[in-house]
């Protein structure tokens, strides 16, 4: 495994409620991404971060915020959730854009 | 932005090859082949990638065609574990990775 966890693993909250997912790294890895996935899709890119603090939007990002304040951690928002976010959550990590990624084990976030 | 062709599923008997083609006629020269593998829920796996070069790793093989607009991942020896959705992808940037649907990969005992 690539020392990636996600917190937490499964929620399910109601619409309109703020919603924070963590991906927490110990491979001291630049570049972290959050995607989503829902049935009959691949993953989507959400947001990515390439530093400490630099982070940029991806193809779905509406809706979403990141901050990355340490290396190891990665934070997405849902400020306000709508059912339409309901879906499976991954982080990822790589050293450098084109290598490889690691994928965490996904939290599962069921909007009501 | 290129993108990738992939078949939507494909069966292959355990122990036999399993070849997985993708197409991607509109690559561009700085465009990296990636795959991934996912498994019932969990999260994508990488398996190889490559450039220009034929590839091989304990995982798997790639196959490059000369002129690149297509690839095919060679599994040597199929197993039940191996039952997975295959995304072929190309990589030009860390914002630039499209999964698509992928193949569904169902390994036959």
């Known amino acids: 495994d690539a020392g990636i966890t996600q917190s937490p693993r499964h929620k399910v909250t109601e619409t309109g409620t703020p919603v924070t997912l963590r991906c927490h790294q110990t491979e001291n890895h630049r570049y972290m991404y959050w995607y989503r996935q829902d049935p009959g899709h691949g993953l989507r890119l959400i947001h990515y971060s390439y530093g400490v603090k630099d982070t940029d939007k991806g193809e779905v990002s509406d809706g979403y915020s990141v901050s990355r304040s340490k290396t190891e951690d990665f934070l997405l928002t849902l400020e306000s959730a709508t059912s339409s976010q309901t879906s499976v959550y991954f982080c990822?990590?790589?050293?450098?854009?084109?290598?490889?990624?690691?994928f965490g084990p996904g939290t599962r976030l069921t909007v009501l | 932005d290129a993108k990738t062709t992939q078949p939507t599923s494909m069966d292959c008997a355990e122990g036999r090859a399993a070849n997985l083609p993708c197409n991607h006629s509109?690559?561009?020269?700085?465009?990296?082949v990636y795959w991934y593998r996912q498994i019932h829920s969990q999260g994508p796996q990488y398996i190889i990638h490559g450039l220009k070069n034929n590839e091989t790793n304990e995982m798997a093989s790639l196959i490059i065609t000369e002129d690149r607009k297509s690839s095919t991942l060679i599994l040597p020896h199929a197993t039940l574990r191996d039952t997975a959705v295959y995304y072929c992808i190309l990589n030009k940037g860390a914002n630039n990775l499209f999964f698509g649907t992928g193949t569904r990969l169902t390994v036959i005992p």
């Open positions: 509109t690559i561009s020269g700085n465009e990296y």
């Open positions: 990822a990590i790589n050293r450098e854009w084109d290598s490889e990624q690691f």
